[in-house]
């Protein structure tokens, strides 16, 4: 119990982080807050307001080619994600986490699920439902902007990975 509230205070103490755990700790965190605000995202509005507090002015995304987005030219696709059919879950657990002198370096891998129903056959019978699972691997650089940190590029370092089951 004395290990849960050295660890609760550590994470309280305002200034830069103490060491790695602290570090992956606070990211994980951030992460598992950007995957279910991501879930609950209904208008363009809350999209952006999200932008405009977790992620940096000059975020960019970078694809598997080596092509750079700035916010404004990705905007369009988290928008048009809206009208499509609702995640049943969403993760992206810390796999490996590097601090800089310009910040923290994290390898993570954003997993979505979502349920669907197989009109086409493609996956077995006809009108049977599945779950599709979607693992893509990244590269995020966080820096740290007063006292909260901010992710300031996502670099997609992998293609998806498919998986197709039974829904639960």
Do not use: C
């Amino acid at each position: 119990m004395t290990h849960v509230l050295l660890l609760a205070a550590a994470l309280l103490i305002p200034g830069p982080p103490a060491d790695n755990f602290v570090v992956q700790a606070e990211l994980q965190g951030l992460y598992d807050e950007i995957s279910q605000a991501t879930l609950q995202f209904a208008t363009a509005t809350d999209v952006d307001q999200f932008h405009d507090v977790f992620y940096t002015p000059d975020w960019v995304f970078v694809d598997t080619t080596g092509q750079k987005r700035n916010w404004s030219q990705v905007r369009e696709g988290a928008i048009q994600a809206l009208s499509s059919p609702p995640l049943d879950s969403m993760s992206q657990p810390i796999h490996k986490l590097s601090v800089t002198p310009e910040g923290v370096t994290v390898i993570v891998d954003l997993t979505t699920v979502r349920t669907i129903v197989d009109h086409e056959g493609r996956y077995g019978r006809k009108e049977a439902s599945h779950t599709l699972t979607d693992t893509t691997p990244f590269r995020d650089r966080w820096v740290r902007v007063s006292d909260s940190w901010r992710l300031k590029s996502r670099e997609q370092i992998g293609r998806p990975i498919e998986s197709v089951g039974k829904p639960e």
